[in-house]
Structure formats: structure tokens, C-alpha cells
């Protein structure tokens, strides 16, 4: 009888507790992917410092060489990294085989890789909606199918780590696609959060808002001309609230080691979550607001217009 009650209690307790799984980083080895710039590589130098042992890849040739270069001159540990498309499925398991023999089971997956492009459902493409679904969806359902099955295996735990955006709580203008794709994480990670924890598996939703990395320079805005000043002008305006890669790199290590669901990089995107949350109708006014200025912009700017 004491031993059915002490059960209980404990399975009445973990519904309202469960320990971190990983309360730090050194010693732990951590996949990061889009690696070689901007939160990839703010998280690869700070997971580093932190004692962590990297496995790293990206797109960019090249540029993963740097970051492996900067760690290691830091004095940091990356045990295998390999360049690849994770909308590649055949790519992301077979760099998954060659990870389990060279480095072993993941204690922490993070899948930050992610392209963007802007724009109204008339002036998007297919091609638009389908590589940033790729990427941006299908990339880390790619690397979850191919590294936490090992984890929940291993049975000691660990922490999922997915970078979802504002545009995967808010309806922000001309994001259509975008969100498709953060909505979607956000989805996954929802489910996963419950899923896993049974396996001690901790799950991080990571929501950043403006962060200034070399995708804000290079998003395709499709339907206005990027050369115009005015739409420069809004550019700019988007680069002076923007968060450094190093700040939202902060908060994502903040999240692993807490074991927090929600990893906010600045306090917009948590306020603007509140806000639609709890006033629905004040928070539907001011997308209608957002959205006519974005209107108000690409006439403006004269693309799309039909003489």
C-alpha cells in the first residue's frame, strides 16, 4: 500500500515538476545547425565557453570553416563538423550516421538554420513558399527525425532546442510564407514539449524578435525595391531595435540550461505575445494598422504597380 501511494504522489508531482535536464552546458555535446553566421554562430562561440562539445553545420563552406577556426582559437571543442542542406533529408541522415560513430548520442539538438523572404500572397511564388518551407520546417523535422530518436534511446535525456520567430506568435504584414514555416515549428515543438518528457527531454521554443544578423540584409522583400530610400529608410529603422546575434545566443543558453519552454531575445516579442493573447481585438487594429503601412510602402516604392 506505501509503496502504490509513494507512486502516486511522485506521478502526481512530475505533472507539475520535472527536474532540468541540463543544467549546463560543459562536458555536453551540442548540435547546432546554421552554424556560420548570425544566432548559429553567436550560440556555437557562447555553447563553447560554456564548456560545451560542438557539432556544427551549415549551408556556407566556407564560413563554418571560420567559426570551427574561431573556436578552436578560443580554446573551445568542435568534434565534427560538416557542411550540408538540412532540406536534404538523404543529406541530414547520412550526416547523422556519421555523427553517431564519430561523436556519439546529441545531449542538446539546436536547430537554428533559416532563410526568409517577404511578401503578399499576389507577389510570392511557388518557389518562394517551398524552400522556405524546406528550411525552415522541414530542415529541423529533418535533424529532430534523425538525432533525438537516439536520445530518447539513450534514456538519460536531453534538450531540444527550435528557433521559431515573432512571425511564428504574431500576423505580421507580408509574412504569409515565413509564418507557414515558424508556425509550423512552433507546432511541432508544442507536441514535442509533451511528447518527450517522459524521456527527460526538455524542448525550447526560441521566438526571437529583431536580431541584426546578415539575414536582415538580405531578405528577399518581394514586391518592393529594396534600392528605394524609403524602403531602405525602413531597413535601417528595423536595424536600431534589432537585438546582437550575442544577446539572442545569451537567451538561448539561458533556456537550455533552465529548461524554459518559451526563449524570448528581447522584451517586444514577449509583450506583443501578451498583448494578442489578451486583448484580441486592440492587437487585430494594430495588424491592420502594420499591414496598410506596408500597403502604403510598396505603392510608394512603385513595384507590382500595373501602368
Not at 533559416?114 to 517551398?130: C, K, M, P, Y
Request: aromatic letters at 8%; glycine letters at 10%; charged letters at 20%.
Amino acid at each position: 500500500m506505501g509503496l502504490n501511494l509513494g507512486r502516486r504522489l511522485t506521478a502526481v508531482r512530475e505533472l507539475f515538476w520535472v527536474r532540468t535536464p541540463v543544467p549546463s552546458l560543459r562536458g555536453r555535446t551540442v548540435l547546432i545547425t546554421g552554424a556560420a553566421s548570425g544566432i548559429g554562430r553567436a550560440t556555437a562561440v557562447a555553447a563553447a565557453r560554456e564548456g560545451a562539445r560542438l557539432v556544427l553545420t551549415d549551408l556556407q563552406v566556407d564560413a563554418l570553416d571560420e567559426v570551427v577556426a574561431e573556436v578552436a582559437g578560443q580554446g573551445g571543442v568542435v568534434a565534427y563538423h560538416s557542411a550540408g542542406d538540412v532540406s536534404d533529408y538523404e543529406w541530414v541522415a547520412s550526416f547523422a550516421r556519421a555523427v553517431d560513430a564519430e561523436v556519439g548520442v546529441m545531449d542538446v539538438v539546436m536547430n537554428v538554420a533559416g532563410i526568409s523572404a517577404w511578401g503578399t500572397v499576389e507577389n510570392l511564388q511557388h518557389r518562394h513558399w517551398r524552400k522556405i518551407v524546406d528550411v525552415n520546417l522541414m530542415g529541423p523535422i529533418h535533424v529532430i527525425e534523425c538525432f533525438v530518436p537516439q536520445m530518447v534511446r539513450r534514456g538519460s535525456g536531453g534538450q531540444l532546442v527550435n528557433v521559431s520567430s515573432a512571425a511564428g506568435l504574431l500576423a505580421l504584414p507580408w509574412h504569409s510564407a515565413y509564418s507557414a514555416s515558424k508556425f509550423g515549428i512552433r507546432g511541432v515543438s508544442e507536441v514535442l514539449r509533451y511528447d518527450l518528457r517522459r524521456h527527460g527531454i526538455g524542448v525550447s521554443l526560441v521566438c526571437p524578435g529583431g536580431v541584426a544578423t546578415p539575414l536582415v540584409g538580405t531578405v528577399e522583400i518581394v514586391g518592393l525595391d529594396r534600392s528605394d530610400p524609403r524602403v531602405a529608410k525602413q531597413v535601417d529603422g528595423f536595424h536600431k531595435i534589432a537585438v546582437t546575434p550575442e544577446k539572442a545566443a545569451a537567451a538561448i543558453i539561458r533556456g537550455v540550461t533552465k529548461n524554459k519552454y518559451m526563449v524570448y531575445t528581447s522584451f517586444d516579442v514577449r509583450f506583443g505575445y501578451w498583448w494578442a493573447r489578451k486583448f484580441a481585438l486592440p492587437y487585430e487594429v494594430a495588424m491592420r494598422i502594420a499591414n496598410n503601412r506596408f500597403d502604403h510602402l510598396s505603392r510608394l516604392s512603385g513595384v507590382g504597380q500595373v501602368d
